[in-house]
């Protein structure tokens, strides 16, 4: 979910993990800048911070895509598999400058060829969920 004004520019972004069915999560704001977490379903309700609610950074049983990343550190080829598809892989320098990046409808293995990066530390990301460093030497 993206959050933004008229002239396209985003204020906020959310990612939320992947569902159980029959289960909901939401965010607010306690308006002293502190994000908490809805952790009970509120059909047609109307959401506020002082009921059932979590700080952000509690540790709630929602499953997270997994995926295998190897060898890291990698010299020549990286590979990433899953179980869950993998729709977009992105690379960026520790500038944040995105150096690489596959976009496809979905498989479960890449294959992908390092060797023209220079070794340093790179920032990987794989279907917009976490982001993880990466070692090339």
């Given at each position: 979910?993206?959050?933004?004004?008229?002239?396209?520019a985003i204020?906020?972004?959310?990612?939320?993990p992947k569902?159980?069915a029959?289960s909901?999560?939401?965010?607010?704001?306690?308006?002293?800048g502190?994000?908490r977490?809805?952790?009970k379903p509120?059909?047609k309700?109307?959401?506020n911070?002082?009921a059932?609610t979590?700080k952000?950074?509690a540790?709630?049983?929602i499953?997270?895509?997994?995926f295998e990343?190897?060898?890291n550190?990698t010299?020549?080829?990286l590979?990433?598999?899953?179980e869950h598809?993998?729709?977009?892989?992105?690379?960026?320098n520790?500038?944040?400058?995105?150096l690489?990046n596959?976009?496809?409808?979905?498989?479960?293995?890449e294959?992908i060829?390092?060797m023209d990066?220079?070794?340093?530390?790179?920032?990987?990301?794989?279907?917009?969920?976490?982001?993880r460093?990466?070692?090339?030497?």
């Amino acid at each position: 979910m993206r959050i933004g004004y008229a002239n396209g520019a985003i204020m906020d972004s959310v990612v939320f993990p992947k569902q159980k069915a029959d289960s909901s999560y939401g965010r607010c704001d306690d308006v002293a800048g502190n994000f908490r977490i809805i952790t009970k379903p509120t059909p047609k309700a109307i959401n506020n911070c002082t009921a059932d609610t979590l700080k952000l950074n509690a540790v709630l049983d929602i499953p997270q895509e997994r995926f295998e990343v190897y060898p890291n550190p990698t010299s020549d080829y990286l590979i990433i598999s899953s179980e869950h598809l993998i729709k977009h892989i992105s690379i960026r320098n520790m500038l944040g400058s995105e150096l690489w990046n596959s976009v496809s409808e979905g498989v479960f293995y890449e294959k992908i060829d390092m060797m023209d990066f220079a070794p340093g530390v790179y920032l990987l990301q794989i279907n917009d969920g976490k982001v993880r460093k990466l070692k090339v030497e």
